[in-house]
């Protein structure tokens, strides 16, 4: 593909950053949650006021975000000192992944509650161009019953609590907003950094220094001796360990369980800051299954996707990402990625950007990379890695074939690469505990991307459908 020469400016302005489902269990964290502070939850619809003039904001070029109506606006303006306190007082897992109002505040400020490490932003960044298409806010799509869901300019301002939406087709940004955020603010990806974990795997794949067949322990020996020794990376990345591991309601409310006991080692630590890695070695193989069989949803099998990473180029995860990724796509602002209570990065979670930066990443995986990239940071044939790396007999098998139903109104083909839903026209994407999601749409030329915080309790927030209108958007803008 022919190099474009990106466009790019300096940046003067300071960094100051602002059974049933394993989801079941993070919904229960709202009743826990609940009597820590004002749930704030955003019910009321109100009607959407489109704006596509004004000034052009710094480091930009095009139209100001579209304005939305929507309770969440209150998360643009300073909190006050009381709040803050108090909400800090308060800071507890149940809390923090309830989507009440200290849970979003927590989420929207990471480096408080978690340490943390920063990578710089270049001293020039890649500009967007803006064509925002403002007809955008009346798409709708139908759910697998047949019903319909209401135009995306309702949906924004309804009880998900969208905080900010952006989509780009061929290289342009069509569609921007931020109900719930400034658009310097920065915001937790959750389990949406999963992707750029398995990015780094995969490009170590590609080149011939992770063989994907290969036991874990191959490149983690501190693993060796253990059930890994039976589970190969290509294993790992998809997310089918045959392990004890899953994130299930029953698991993760069980504080005896497995993944129980390794969350709570990965964010508090107690006595043992490297208590995490050894739980690792203690999961046990699930009888009668076996390593491929199914897709079950873990962070720990990311986790040792970092660790894995590590070992082999013998830098600090972020560095590697940051050498291989992110200092290639004219990010505007710094990288932050929370930490394991032994400085390890929490690949699987704890990433920390602007949703502009977001966009530039999952621009990454579509034809007009050029635009944000001087070079092709992910090369056809990688791309090709990552899209069928995965086994649809195995999505087949895993409760995460619901929640893809659910989310997009029609049946993905597969989970790939640490990606949890992949059709069969190449587009992938990726979701994030309590509302955050990556779509990537390589044969549309469209990426989109998303920032919520809600609860995960469906009876009180409803289905997450912002995949959705992503995959709805690209399939109307590229005409099919």
């Known amino acids: 593909m022919e190099k474009k020469d990106i466009n790019i400016e300096h940046d003067k302005d300071n960094f100051a950053p602002k059974g049933v489902s394993r989801r079941g269990f993070l919904a229960r964290s709202a009743a826990l949650g609940a009597a820590a502070g004002a749930a704030g939850f955003g019910l009321a619809h109100q009607p959407a006021a489109a704006q596509t003039s004004g000034p052009v904001r710094a480091g930009a070029s095009g139209a100001m975000p579209l304005e939305i109506n929507s309770p969440m606006a209150r998360w643009k303006s ?39 490490r920063v990578v710089a932003a270049p001293d020039q960044f890649s500009v967007l161009e803006r064509g925002i298409q403002a007809d955008l806010l009346d798409l709708t ?35 921007e907003t931020y109900p ?7 915001h937790v990806w959750m389990s949406a950094s999963k992707t750029t974990a398995g990015l780094v795997i995969s490009m170590l794949a590609n080149e011939g220094k992770v063989d994907l067949d290969e036991p874990v322990p191959t490149y983690v020996p501190e693993l060796a001796g253990s059930a890994w020794d039976n589970i190969t990376v290509k294993n790992t990345m998809n997310m089918a360990v045959a392990l004890d591991n899953e994130e299930t309601f029953e698991s993760l409310m069980d504080p005896d369980s ?23 070695k203690s999961a046990q193989p699930l009888p009668e299954e076996k390593a491929g069989d199914r897709f079950r949803y873990s962070t720990s099998n990311t986790q040792v996707l970092v660790l894995l990473a590590e070992q082999v180029t013998k830098v600090s995860w972020e560095q590697y990402w940051n050498q291989r990724v992110w200092s290639k796509i004219g990010a505007r602002n710094p990288f932050v990625v929370g930490l394991t209570p032994d400085g390890t990065p929490v ?125 709805t958007a690209a399939k109307i803008l590229a005409g099919g």
């Open 78 to 116: 300073p909190q006050s000192l009381k709040f803050v306190e108090a909400a800090t007082k308060r800071f507890s897992f149940p809390n923090w992944q309830s989507g009440n109002d200290d849970s979003i505040y927590y989420n929207m400020n990471i480096p408080s509650f978690f340490k943390s």
């Open 141 to 175: 799509f139908d759910n697998m019953d047949g019903s319909a869901n209401p135009p995306l300019r309702d949906y924004l301002v309804g009880p998900r609590q969208v905080q900010g939406m952006m989509m780009a087709h061929k290289g342009k940004v069509v569609f």
């Open 180 to 186: 719930g955020m400034n658009p310097t603010d920065y």
């Open 258 to 280: 497995w993944i129980s006991s390794f969350f709570t080692s990965v964010f508090t630590g107690g006595d043992d800051p490297s208590a995490w890695r050894k739980l690792l």
């Open 347 to 471: 690949g699987g979670g704890l990433l920390f950007t602007t949703l502009e930066d977001m966009l530039r990443y999952a621009m990454l995986y579509t034809p007009s990379w050029n635009v944000v990239s001087e070079e092709q940071v992910i090369p056809d044939e990688l791309l090709s890695l990552i899209q069928i790396m995965g086994d649809p007999a195995a999505y087949q098998e895993s409760t995460e074939l619901a929640y893809g139903q659910r989310w997009f109104g029609e049946t993905p083909d597969r989970n790939t690469a640490q990606w949890d839903h992949a059709f069969d026209d190449g587009a992938m994407f990726k979701h994030g505990n309590m509302g955050q999601g990556i779509y990537v749409d390589p044969a549309r030329d469209f990426c989109g991307c998303y920032f919520g915080l809600a609860t995960n309790d469906e009876s009180v927030a409803g289905v997450d459908h912002s995949p959705g209108y992503l995959r």
